[in-house]
């Protein structure tokens, strides 16, 4: 139990490091390269208002829409909830996605999300994601 | 590995019966006590549009306005990616919700959804959902 503890910690390091790397590099720096080490290669991203995107490929060519669309700046993940699920991790979580429209003051959007995690080459990745906004 | 799959069926037969459930007494009759057959007790529903809703008691008063605000006559849910995860189960799926607005002609919504699946005496539920729409 208590092994099972340690090891549940530091999947939520490894966790934490791959969401800190999707804010960094991804959002704040436009660097999506980056998401290779934050999606699996078999990822699926279900977005508001869009068909699901599948794969490497598509998820490459799916974010820097996004994030022009929503003049995304950076965004801050947090846990929710952690459910270890065989060798993946189900997490619920809420984003906050601080945007600035050209001509309009700057808003955090705030969302909820899923992600279904799994390893990859070592690292802990995103295998589902998931998310709606609140309002 | 056999058995692995049969296993694996059962579980799908088992998932159809608890959608099918969804379908016919929440969705159809509004019969919402059959919300504890569909979610586990500690299950949470991620919506979009609002915020989280946790629990057995939260999800039976938070399902009739959800109903009724989309007008939803009947739904049809479909797998799209099924993963073993553990005592659970990912489902990636596809919704397609009739919906009726007063005066207006019957149109079909269509979703895509993530459901985290655990067993509950004996049934197979959700223990997550959170979905969004296409368009």
Chains 1, 2 share one sequence.
Not at 18 to 24: E, V
Not at 27 to 36: I, S
Request: negative net charge.
């Amino acid at each position: 139990m208590a092994s099972a503890q340690a090891s549940l910690d530091s999947v939520k390091l490894a966790m934490k490091a791959t969401n800190d790397l999707f804010n960094t590099e991804v959002v704040v720096k436009g660097n999506f390269a980056a998401l290779d080490d934050v999606y699996t290669a078999d990822a699926c991203v279900l977005p508001p208002g869009g068909p699901m995107v599948s794969g490497r490929q598509a998820i490459r060519e799916f974010f820097p829409g996004l994030v022009a669309s929503m003049h995304a700046k950076s965004v801050a993940l947090s846990s929710v909830e952690i459910i270890p699920a065989g060798d993946g991790v189900v997490e619920v979580g809420a984003a906050e996605v601080t945007v600035e429209p050209p001509g309009q003051a700057g808003s955090v959007v705030h969302c909820k999300y899923v992600v279904f995690w799994r390893q990859e080459d070592g690292r802990w990745k995103w295998r589902l994601d998931v998310w709606n906004m609140n309002a």
